[in-house]
């Protein structure tokens, strides 16, 4: 399975874009990247998923590197609310519907007033 | 509204006592998992269902069970909950594999067995 490696911790200062790294050198051709997040103890929230291309929606955009080797989440305008620990996470599909995502120990986003 | 929603939210049990923490969906998903996370350990995948009365396990299966008699439900089991079950458990939902299949977890449940 494709791991995903990612900073322990970072700060953002309010109201400045939030820009998180992974690395997932080992990540296949058909395997998509997909970002979650975790406020304290609340269930992981979907944040935006890609393949090849570069996405974007109302919460982030995702920066992913022409080789796949890693990505980068954006959050352009961190607000405190914004403060969680971000999952990078390669899903690995198992056939007949069924797939996994295997959850690292992420990044916590401290976003500072 | 689109949720995943568990009960209970919190449960302090006795070894040995059974219980069953209840998931339901209302986005008609096929895929629906639990997972447990621990501390310094992240979250790990129980069990999943992959529709109606498929279900398999995950990468920590041992002392529990799960059964998929609805879609929309997907119920975890603890036949003998021991100490080293308690954790907080999410649940999770998403249509099939494929592109659009994000994952939507419920609010989870804290589960101490004493």
């Known amino acids: 399975d494709a791991k995903t490696t990612q900073p322990p911790s970072m700060d953002c200062a309010e109201g400045r874009a939030a820009n998180l790294p992974c690395n997932h050198s080992t990540i296949s051709g058909n395997e998509y990247v997909y970002w979650y997040r975790q406020i304290h103890s609340q269930g992981p929230q979907y944040i935006i998923h890609g393949l090849k291309n570069n996405e974007t929606n109302e919460m982030a955009s995702l920066i992913i590197t022409e080789d796949r080797k890693s990505s980068t989440l954006i959050l352009p305008h961190a607000t405190l609310r914004d403060t969680a620990v971000y999952y990078c996470i390669v899903r690995v599909d198992r056939g007949a519907g069924s797939y996994q995502l295997t959850f690292g120990k992420g990044t916590k986003l401290s976003v500072i007033p | 509204e689109a949720q995943v929603t568990q009960n209970p939210r919190y449960l302090i049990t006795v070894t040995g006592k059974k219980l069953t923490v209840t998931c339901s969906q209302n986005?008609?998903?096929?895929?629906m998992s639990w997972y447990r996370q621990d501390p310094g350990l992240g979250l790990r995948q129980i069990y999943y269902?992959?529709?109606?009365?498929?279900?398999d396990k995950g990468d920590v299966p041992e002392g529990y069970k799960v059964s998929r008699k609805e879609k929309r439900n997907f119920p975890l089991i603890l036949e003998s909950p021991s100490p080293n079950q308690t954790s907080l458990y999410f649940c999770?939902?998403?249509f099939g594999q494929g592109a659009k299949s994000e994952a939507f977890f419920g609010q989870g449940t804290r589960l101490t067995v004493v």
């Open positions: 999770a939902s998403s």
């Open positions: 269902s992959m529709n109606v009365e498929v279900t």
């Open positions: 986005m008609n998903h096929e895929y």
